[in-house]
T-cell receptor, first 120, second 113 residues
Framework: GAGVSQSPSNKVTEKGKDVELRCDPISGHTALYWYRQSLGQGLEFLIYFQGNSAPDKSGLPSDRFSAERTGGSVSTLTIQRTQQEDSAVYLC??????????????????FGQGTRLTVV | QKEVEQDPGPLSVPEGAIVSLNCTYSNSAFQYFMWYRQYSRKGPELLMYTYSSGNKEDGRFTAQVDKSSKYISLFIRDSQPSDSATYLCAMSDRGSTLGRLYFGRGTQLTVWP
């Protein structure tokens, strides 16, 4: 497809279980982001991948959270030993993250539909 | 204090009204200022972006940035029921790569016919 694809769209898991969330970015996009959106809250930054650079993991809330991006394309966000406070919509985005001909950034980040995670 | 502050609303206006949405921020290093629109149960989509200070107009939408006041605005003229959504401001402090985006909480807007 042409857009960012996330799977699953919904996930219900029991407290204490591990979950994996998948993101397929737009082909050719070098930057990939994970954000979390809780009810009534804005987007909380989790992690940012840019090309071959070391990822910016500064937003990961605890060591139960990890993410990887294989081959510069698909990314997986893993949450170990899930807690109820992990319930949220997890959004993935990708961007070209390159300078335009005018020396300005191409700033558009394209978001997927999100994975709605419910921990019971 | 969060880096980006945005009144969550909700904001309810009649069709045809002028809508003003605002964000304030604390990081003077922010250079790129964006507005995203998010419909219910969808991912956000970029509406407009502005580099540094100034105004930018696109159809019924106008984005303003006042870096001296650390204040950005989005104006919607002749609002339509299809404009009903959550509007999120976002900012970046990078130059050569976008980096992480700092989002406001979003303002929920309803335009009634």
């Amino acid at each position: 497809g042409a857009g960012v694809s996330q799977s699953p769209s919904n996930k219900v898991t029991e407290k204490g279980k591990d979950v994996e969330l998948r993101c397929d970015p737009i082909s050719g996009h070098t930057a990939l982001y994970w954000y979390r959106q809780s009810l009534g809250q804005g987007l909380e930054f989790l992690i940012y991948f840019q090309g071959n650079s070391a990822p910016d993991k500064s937003g990961l809330p605890s060591d139960r959270f990890s993410a990887e991006r294989t081959g510069g394309s698909v990314s997986t966000l893993t949450i170990q030993r899930t807690q109820q406070e992990d319930s949220a919509v997890y959004l993935c985005a990708s961007s070209l993250d390159a300078l335009t001909g005018r020396g300005r950034l191409n700033t558009e980040a394209f978001f997927g539909q999100g994975t709605r995670l419910t921990v019971v | 204090q969060k880096e980006v502050e945005q009144d969550p609303g909700p904001l309810s206006v009649p069709e045809g009204a002028i809508v003003s949405l605002n964000c304030t921020y604390s990081n003077s290093a922010f250079q790129y200022f964006m507005w995203y629109r998010q419909y219910s149960r969808k991912g956000p989509e970029l509406l407009m972006y502005t580099y540094s200070s100034g105004n930018k107009e696109d159809g019924r939408f106008t984005a303003q940035v006042d870096k001296s006041s650390k204040y950005i605005s989005l104006f919607i003229r002749d609002s339509q029921p299809s404009d009903s959504a959550t509007y999120l401001c976002a900012m970046s402090d990078r130059g050569s790569t976008l980096g992480r985006l700092y989002f406001g909480r979003g303002t929920q807007l309803t335009v009634w016919p």
